[in-house]
């Protein structure tokens, strides 16, 4: 779950860094010169875009671990340890995927991530309030949606879909600011003031908009993971753990920035445009209407 926001929060970091940095080493004068060079700036656009999103794929696994204190288990220290280890390391046979790193952080809440940049090499870890509040049936649907969503590639999906709305980002808000820049406020000589504050405005109110196409996505891929948890577990066992989800009050112990990527989901209004997760009723409604089915041989 939280696994969309460490990623897009790293490659937001990244591309603001990025950002500041060309503007410090004058790459924007260079590549766009006195005028808009079209075809330079959308090269110089795929590049930032792309790259802050692949970057954030790649450390992803670090910073998910920097980021909870996930503590990987490398020689079970109980039995909770070693069924939770072995059932994930079973998932993923099952799933055709390398076996994952299997972490535990210490948080009350009940939620569980899955992150990596290869589905060969991954990682999954649970909250120690999901072992704690979840019987093992509810807690091994739990981990199968995390296994679906590795053997999914949706990490590799994701990066793919940010680089694409990034470079969008990067053009658009440098168009914008040529336009304020030389024909509202009739600048001739390089680029004013004008250029900048509005390429700076225009980036934060499109990646606004762009999030919203990703966080589309992401609602799209949590329903193929519940249908893939449900190949592995059960489909009984993944409707109760969502129903466990739902008599869930406890108030979140992540921080503040990752809340809206807890396990449980919900919202609505315009609220929903920005959700990484469906309603937890409708993923519900999903699993007994039987759909959507998960791909064969796990989207490969």
């Known amino acids: 779950m939280k696994r969309i926001f460490l990623f897009v929060l790293t490659n937001l970091a990244i591309m ?51 980021m909870t ?18 059932t994930v390391h079973r998932q993923a046979r099952a799933a055709g995927i390398g076996l994952p790193e299997v972490a535990v952080y210490d948080a009350p809440d009940v939620n569980a991530f899955a992150t990596g940049m290869n589905r060969n090499n991954a990682l999954v870890a649970v909250s120690t309030g999901l072992l704690n509040h979840m019987s093992r049936e ?15 590639g949706d990490m590799v999906t994701l990066a793919l879909i940010q ?17 304020v820049d030389r024909m509202i406020l009739k600048n ?36 193929r993971a519940d249908a893939g948890g449900a190949k592995l577990a059960g489909r009984e066992k993944m409707i109760a753990a969502l129903r466990r989800l739902q008599a869930v009050h406890d108030e979140s112990t992540l921080p503040s920035q990752m809340k809206a990527f807890g ?13 990484t997760h469906p309603p937890l009723e409708e993923r519900i409604d999903a699993l007994r209407a039987g759909a959507p089915q998960i791909a064969n041989e796990w989207g490969r």
């Open 16 to 66: 603001v860094v990025l950002s500041i940095s060309m503007k410090v080493l004058g790459l924007d004068r260079a590549l766009a010169g006195t005028g808009f060079n079209t075809t330079a700036v959308l090269i110089m656009s795929g590049i930032m875009g792309f790259g802050g999103a692949f970057i954030s794929l790649a450390i992803s696994k670090w910073s998910a671990k920097m």
């Open 263 to 275: 396990v449980r989901g919900g919202g609505g209004g315009l609220s929903r445009l920005f959700l």
């Open 188 to 223: 001739e000589r390089g680029y004013g003031i004008g250029y900048y504050v509005t390429t700076i405005a225009a980036e934060l109110v499109l990646g606004i908009l762009a999030s919203i196409v990703v966080m589309w996505f992401s609602r799209q891929r949590e329903f």
């Open 163 to 179: 680089g694409v709305v990034n470079t969008f980002v990067f053009f658009l808000s440098r168009l914008v600011g040529y336009v």
């Open 138 to 152: 509810e807690a091994e649907a739990v981990l199968g949606h995390e296994v679906s969503h590795v053997a999914n």
């Open 69 to 86: 204190g996930a503590r990987v288990i490398e020689t079970p220290a109980n039995m909770t340890e070693r069924w939770l280890v072995e």
